[in-house]
């Protein structure tokens, strides 16, 4: 009895121990079911975030190149509204302006005596044929006065060879600048103290006048009453880049002084062309000549706008092949030469060099990277304004009579533009002023004349 009693005990206390054990087995297994359920909602927890992270950087990379094409595209919008308005001001003005070729010429032999005032500095190349335009004019009642500015060159012997052929010549010889002065406008300002001529003519020793030029300028200022008249020449340089510069910067010029406006007395536009500046030399002696602009490297556009200031009417016309000047021999050449007058036309201001630039760069340079960076839309607005640029680009080539082939030109000019613009601006700050020709200009005092512009 006592063993059966002994028996029931164990098998009570087993059945107890493996209840206990198994109920500590169910407990490490949910402990493990729980921690493994836990490990997944932790990883799945970090794989959301980092999936979130990839996200929100996707979106912000596509905001981001949305914000650059919205960038680019208003860039691209601006480029091409200043080409369009450009373009369309340039047609409409050059149609509006009249060629000296319609005018009747004059040459009657009572008419008013022409002075011509013909300013040389080493110009032993182009003087001779530069003269000989001029003692070929039609026009009867003229006076030639040549002032040789300090020449090293064999200027002198040239004009003393034909002073020989030609006793009606005048010849004045410039040994020493005087202080305060730019060389042109003394060496004009020396010839006008000395013109006898109701009218003077200003023009430089390269140019070529066509033998009825000067009858056609005189006859059209009386039948207009003008006070000033000003001719644009045709450029007869050779080289497709040095052209394509030149008929880039023309129309720039063109542009910016509007010369078809000139005429309206309302018009605050002026207008002076150093090739060919006629004016009554009643008139230039009322503005005080050129020693109001003595110390001014433009001055044939200075003494337009002295002319227009004081109320005096001028008009310009378009000479083409009546006044031809071949204005520079290279590239190298115009960017020398232009060195002194560039930072002139914004008075020396730094500040405003970087909007002289992006009016270049933007409606220029812009368009043709816009094709390579920018997207469908972008592109399109970029091609219709390259577009718009090779046309005029190519109009222009027409009127100047140069081959079609140059029109790739137009592609780099602009490059060069902004070049000239950043070597005429730190070549002057460096100098603190302009070196030319041998002598120092210091920038304190150019700053002290009147602006071109503004």
């Given at each position: 009895m006592a063993y059966k009693i002994k028996r029931i005990k164990e098998k009570i206390l087993l059945s107890e121990s493996t209840?206990?054990?198994?109920?500590?087995?169910?407990?490490?297994?949910?402990?493990?079911?729980?921690?493994?359920?836990?490990?997944?909602?932790?990883?799945?927890?970090?794989?959301?975030?980092?999936?979130?992270?990839?996200?929100?950087?996707?979106?912000?990379?596509k905001i981001r190149e949305v914000r650059r094409m919205s960038i680019l595209?208003?860039?691209?919008?601006?480029?091409?509204?200043?080409?369009?308005?450009?373009?369309?001001?340039?047609?409409?003005?050059?149609?509006?302006?009249?060629?000296?070729?319609?005018?009747?010429?004059?040459?009657?032999?009572?008419?008013?005596?022409?002075?011509?005032?013909?300013?040389?500095?080493n110009e032993e190349k182009n003087?001779?044929?530069?003269?000989?335009?001029?003692?070929?004019?039609?026009?009867?009642?003229?006076?030639?006065?040549?002032?040789?500015?300090?020449?090293?060159?064999?200027?002198?012997?040239v004009l003393k060879r034909l002073k020989s052929r030609f006793p009606r010549l005048t010849i004045l010889?410039?040994?020493?600048?005087?202080?305060?002065?730019?060389?042109?406008?003394?060496?004009?300002?020396?010839?006008?103290?000395?013109?006898?001529?109701?009218?003077?003519l200003f023009t430089d020793a390269d140019v070529v006048l066509e033998k009825t030029t000067i009858s056609r300028a005189v006859a059209y200022m009386q039948g207009n009453r003008l006070d000033h008249l000003t001719l644009g020449f045709k450029n007869v340089t050779r080289g497709w880049l040095l052209n394509s510069l030149i008929l880039d910067a023309g129309m720039g010029l063109l542009f910016l002084f509007r010369p078809w406006t000139v005429k309206k007395s309302s018009s605050r536009s002026f207008m002076g062309i150093g090739a060919f500046n006629?004016?009554?030399?009643?008139?230039?002696?009322?503005?005080?000549?050129?020693?109001?602009?003595?110390?001014?490297?433009?001055?044939?556009?200075?003494?337009?706008?002295?002319?227009k200031?004081?109320?005096?009417y001028q008009d310009c016309l378009l000479a083409d092949n009546f006044v031809v000047v071949p204005w520079y021999d290279s590239v190298r050449a115009m960017s020398n030469g232009l060195e002194k007058n560039v930072f002139a036309?914004?008075?020396?201001?730094?500040?405003?060099?970087?909007?002289?630039?992006?009016?270049?760069?933007?409606?220029?340079?812009?368009?043709?990277?816009?094709?390579?960076?920018?997207?469908?839309?972008?592109?399109?607005?970029?091609?219709?304004?390259?577009?718009?640029?090779?046309?005029?680009?190519?109009?222009?080539?027409?009127?100047?009579?140069?081959?079609?082939?140059?029109?790739?030109?137009?592609l780099i000019t602009p490059y060069i533009s902004c070049y000239i613009i950043l070597k005429s601006v730190f070549a002057t700050m460096n100098n603190d002023g302009i070196l030319w020709r041998g002598r120092h200009y210091p920038l304190a005092e150019l700053r002290k004349t009147e602006p071109l512009l503004f």
């Open positions: 209840a206990v054990y198994r109920e500590r087995k169910d407990c490490r297994v949910l402990l493990f079911t729980t921690s493994v359920d836990y490990c997944q909602f932790f990883c799945l927890k970090i794989f959301v975030r980092i999936g979130s992270r990839n996200c929100m950087y996707d979106r912000l990379k595209l208003i860039v691209s919008l601006i480029a091409c509204c200043a080409m369009i308005i450009s373009s369309v001001t340039l047609a409409v003005g050059m149609k509006k302006m009249r060629r000296l070729g319609d005018m009747e010429a004059g040459g009657a032999a009572d008419g008013p005596l022409v002075s011509l005032v013909v300013p040389a500095c003087i001779e044929k530069s003269l000989m335009s001029l003692l070929s004019q039609e026009y009867a009642n003229l006076e030639i006065l040549v002032v040789n500015d300090r020449s090293t060159d064999n200027t002198a012997a010889e410039i040994v020493d600048l005087p202080g305060g002065w730019m060389g042109k406008s003394h060496a004009l300002a020396t010839g006008a103290a000395l013109a006898r001529g109701e009218y003077l006629m004016l009554k030399r009643a008139v230039y002696q009322e503005i005080g000549g050129h020693e109001e602009i003595k110390m001014h490297p433009i001055d044939d556009l200075m003494l337009g706008k002295l002319i200031q004081h109320g005096f036309l914004v008075h020396y201001r730094v500040l405003l060099i970087p909007v002289a630039l992006a009016a270049i760069i933007i409606p220029s340079i812009w368009p043709l990277w816009g094709l390579v960076l920018g997207d469908m839309t972008v592109r399109t607005v970029c091609l219709l304004t390259l577009a718009i640029r090779l046309a005029t680009f190519h109009k222009g080539l027409l009127l100047q009579g140069l081959p079609e082939g140059y029109l790739p030109g137009a």
